[in-house]
C-alpha cells in the first residue's frame, strides 16, 4: 500500500493563491495516473485535476487557467498550484494515486481543507 499525505490547505481571501502538496510513502514513478479530487459541504466529489506519468494533464472545467497539477517524481510529490481563488474552490481536497502494483483501486489521502473567504 501507498500512504498519501496531503498538505497546504487553509484559510485564503478570494483571489488569493495556495499550493497544496501530496507527499507519497513510495515512489510515484509507477503512479500512471495521479490527481487531486475535492469535496464541498453537501456535494459530491469531483475530480479536479490529473497528471499522467508522461506528464499530461487534465482539468475540471471550473479550475482551467486557474490551477496547475504538477509531479516531483524524485520527490514522490504531487502539486496543485491554485491561483485565482474563489469561494466556489471550499472544499475538502484529496490527493489520490493509480498504479499496477500497489495502488490498483486507487490509493487516497485523508484530505486537506481549503477554505476561500469572499
Known amino acids: 500500500q501507498v500512504q498519501l499525505v496531503e498538505s497546504g490547505g487553509g484559510l485564503v481571501q478570494a483571489g488569493g493563491s495556495l499550493r497544496l502538496s501530496c507527499a507519497a510513502s513510495?515512489?510515484?514513478?509507477?503512479?500512471?495516473?495521479v490527481g487531486w479530487s475535492r469535496q464541498a459541504p453537501g456535494k459530491q466529489r469531483e475530480l479536479v485535476a490529473t497528471?499522467?506519468?508522461?506528464?499530461?494533464?487534465n482539468y475540471a472545467d471550473s479550475v482551467k487557467g486557474r490551477f496547475t497539477i504538477s509531479r516531483d517524481n524524485a520527490k514522490n510529490t504531487v502539486y496543485l498550484q491554485m491561483n485565482s481563488l474563489n469561494a466556489e474552490d471550499t472544499a475538502v481536497y484529496y490527493c489520490?494515486?493509480?498504479?499496477?502494483?500497489?495502488?490498483?483501486?486507487?490509493?487516497w489521502g485523508q484530505g486537506t481543507q481549503v477554505t476561500v473567504s469572499s
Open positions: 489520490r494515486g493509480y498504479s499496477r502494483v500497489y495502488c490498483r483501486d486507487g490509493c
Open positions: 513510495r515512489s510515484i514513478s509507477f503512479m500512471y495516473d
Open positions: 497528471i499522467t506519468s508522461s506528464a499530461g494533464t
